[in-house]
């Protein structure tokens, strides 16, 4: 396997690099319908995204000191979604996503470190409406949401910065709320918390504030939450917003100096974007959507940068009408 085919000495000098986030509607930058928003499709609907996105880092949080990536130079992690949104009734919605992802970096070592690629996690989720009223001059909308995703394959999660993804089960429940004026103007909050089980590694030693002699890996749970304001123009067709998206592990260790990245380190990041979503006029249901972010402060993690692109399709599939987005 790849691990045992390093000299382990020789990764823990080239891995001074940090954890990937393994979340895949973090990764997802873009703002489609996902189930940290508050956008509700009618019943019998079904919206498909399929997007790319392109992240990159060459300086990362070691602890909270920022370090350069002298070993591997720029790392960059490349991500195709296919993500599938049905309205299973008007006020709840189902969502399925299966991410193939390729990391790499500028300069792999001489060829010793080629990265991976593959299909990560298989995530699904449900989103439920709870509360929809008039308020003053807008509306006010309040939803939850729980997600369940677990790896679609069995790549290598002791693999840091090259691993697709954390490797461990994951159980997520969000609360999210939005008001919106009259005028098209919102604002919307998410805070959620994620459970995360265990993932095994190719080794049956590892340190974690202290010697445990378990191939398994105790991965932290974290807190995830959104903050965003926005606006939708020219007859709800157009929609932009400014995001901040926040996550902060319950537990785990620092990167160590001069040490390789691993699962359990305890990951923080901040990070803000801008996002673009348009709904074409002259094709019923078909869409675009884009996004462009940054990390701006971290603890163990990398300092990304990271380009969005994809596109909707949405369609009900039991009239021949389509009645379009709830755009609350």
């Not at 489609?32 to 990362?60: E, H, I, R, W």
């Not at 917003?241 to 926040?246: D, I, P, Q, S, V």
């Not at 260790?253 to 380190?265: E, F, L």
Request: with cysteine; net charge neutral.
């Amino acid at each position: 396997m790849i691990r045992s085919l390093l000299n382990y000495t020789t990764v823990q000098q080239a891995f001074k690099c940090t954890v990937f986030l393994s979340l895949f509607f973090l990764k997802s930058t873009l703002v489609a319908q996902t189930p940290t928003d508050a956008l509700m499709m009618p019943s019998k609907n079904v919206c498909f995204l399929v997007s790319y996105d392109y992240g990159a880092f060459d300086q990362y949080w070691e602890g909270e000191r920022l370090r350069e990536n002298q070993t591997i130079a720029t790392v960059s992690r490349q991500t195709l979604l296919p993500m599938v949104a049905v309205g299973i009734f008007n006020d709840l919605n189902l969502y399925i996503g299966l991410p193939y992802v390729k990391t790499e970096s500028s300069n792999p070592n001489g060829g010793r470190f080629e990265g991976a690629k593959g299909f990560q996690d298989l995530t699904l989720a449900l989103k439920y409406k709870i509360l929809e009223k008039e308020l003053g001059n807008g509306n006010l909308c309040i939803l939850t949401g729980a997600g369940f995703s677990t790896p679609a394959t069995n790549y290598l999660s002791d693999y840091m910065p090259y691993s697709l993804g954390l490797g461990a089960p994951e159980f997520a429940l969000r609360g999210i709320v939005k008001y919106q004026l009259n005028n098209g103007f919102y604002a919307r909050g998410m805070a959620g918390h994620l459970w995360r089980g265990y993932t095994e590694a190719e080794r049956d030693y590892y340190y974690n504030d202290g010697s445990y002699y378990t191939s398994f890996m105790d991965v932290p749970n974290a807190w995830n939450v959104e903050a965003v304001i926005g606006k939708w123009f020219f007859s709800n067709t157009l929609r932009f917003e400014l995001n901040y998206t926040g996550i902060k592990s319950t537990s785990g260790d620092d990167i160590r100096a001069y040490n390789a990245a691993q699962p359990t380190n305890k990951m923080t990041f901040d990070r803000i974007g801008v996002s673009l979503q348009y709904y074409f006029p002259f094709a019923k249901g078909l869409g675009a959507v884009g996004n462009y972010s940054q990390v701006v402060h971290g603890l163990n993690t990398g300092k990304f940068t990271n380009v969005s692109m994809g596109l909707t399709y949405q369609f009900n599939f039991v009239k021949k009408t389509n009645t379009g987005f709830d755009d609350n």
